[in-house]
């Protein structure tokens, strides 16, 4: 299961920017999707899930701001920003996790990378 994540680039602090990933591959199914994000010098860190039943959940720093989104035939996941701040710059990775052949899987995206900066 190969994931691509797109969307990034340079916004200005308060600005928006959407994210997308999308996954492809044959025999697979999606449980979660997953947004995580790595600032330079930091450890990576949990942003937002959503499952294949609609749960979602957001990490405490985004939440307000931070929307996640899926559409289940495609299989894409969307991640609006809204009210970015500096400190949000990093490249932002998706994951997925289901089932490939009836074995599971925990893939991760290639990262995009997003600038806030005046």
């Known amino acids: 299961v190969q994931l691509q994540a797109s969307g990034g680039g340079l916004v200005q602090p308060g600005g928006s920017l959407r994210l997308s990933c999308a996954a492809s591959g044959s025999d697979f199914s999606i449980n979660a999707m997953r947004w995580y994000r790595q600032a330079p010098g930091k450890q990576r860190e949990f942003v937002a899930s959503?499952?294949?039943?609609?749960?979602?959940t957001y990490a405490d720093s985004v939440k307000g701001r931070f929307t996640i989104s899926r559409d289940n035939a495609k299989p894409t996941v969307y991640l609006q920003m809204n009210s970015l701040k500096p400190e949000e710059t990093a490249v932002y990775y998706c994951?997925?996790?289901?089932?490939?052949?009836?074995?599971?899987?925990?893939?991760w995206g290639q990262g995009t990378l997003v600038t806030v900066s005046s």
């Open positions: 959503i499952t294949s039943g609609g749960s979602i």
């Open positions: 994951n997925a996790g289901g089932l490939w052949r009836a074995k599971p899987y925990n893939n």
